[in-house]
């Protein structure tokens, strides 16, 4: 059953997008009301904020409209968490003389789809471990210091400073530091691996 919207509740209101997103597509109120599986007089009632949709009758129109329900409510919460990592309170850990400092934090509620940021530096000759067999997920670095080189399956591929490189984590990976100095990378990894 549709709710009638009152002057003094109007908590929400999907019609302005409904009818934007329907406008954009050239997409005529009877087409998408056919789709939709509802009457022609309700999709207009709806785009005027005349109706609150039901939730079956919006899902129905968001899949007609091929709406991506997260920008349907978007604007629901408005408040949502900033998270800062301070630089003097990051976690730090180390896998042999490879040392990793958290830049991110992930967040477990993100569940698969965690990220995970963090500073790598790699002395000379030393390597990282932990990607030897593969993980779920995608990996991105960029070399902010040094020389190195990305092993991948049987791969090499040389990684300068300014470089960016970006990879399935599936498969077996390590980054190794070739040059004279410290090799420093900022590391992107999703979903979360070391941090969690």
């Keep these: 059953m549709e709710e009638k919207i009152s ?3 109007k908590t ?9 997103v329907r406008e954009k597509k050239h997409l005529t109120l009877k087409a998408v009301a056919k789709e939709a599986g509802v009457s022609e007089s309700l999709v207009s009632q709806i785009e005027h904020n005349r109706v609150s949709p039901a939730i079956d009758t919006l899902l129905s129109l968001a899949d007609a409209l091929d709406i991506n329900l997260e920008y349907l409510f978007e604007e629901y919460n408005q ?3 900033v998270t800062i990592v301070r630089s003097g309170e990051r976690r730090s850990m180390k896998e042999d003389d490879v040392a990793y400092e958290e ?15 963090y500073l790598i530096t790699i002395p000379q000759g030393g390597h990282t471990h932990r990607g030897s067999y593969g993980h779920p997920g995608k990996e991105m670095g960029f070399i902010i210091e040094g020389k190195g080189k990305l092993v991948y399956e049987k791969s090499e591929h ?15 990976h390590t980054i ?3 040059g004279s100095g410290i090799l420093r990378a900022l590391w992107i990894v999703t979903p979360a691996q070391r941090f969690v």
């Design 176 to 178: 190794e530091n070739t």
């Design 79 to 81: 408040s949502r968490p």
């Design 158 to 172: 040389e990684l300068l400073a300014g470089d960016s490189v970006s990879f399935s984590a599936t498969s077996p």
């Design 7 to 9: 002057e003094e509740k």
């Design 12 to 20: 929400y209101r999907f019609g302005d997008k409904l009818k934007d």
């Design 103 to 117: 830049v991110l934090a992930p967040s477990k509620k993100d569940g698969d789809h965690s990220i995970e940021c």
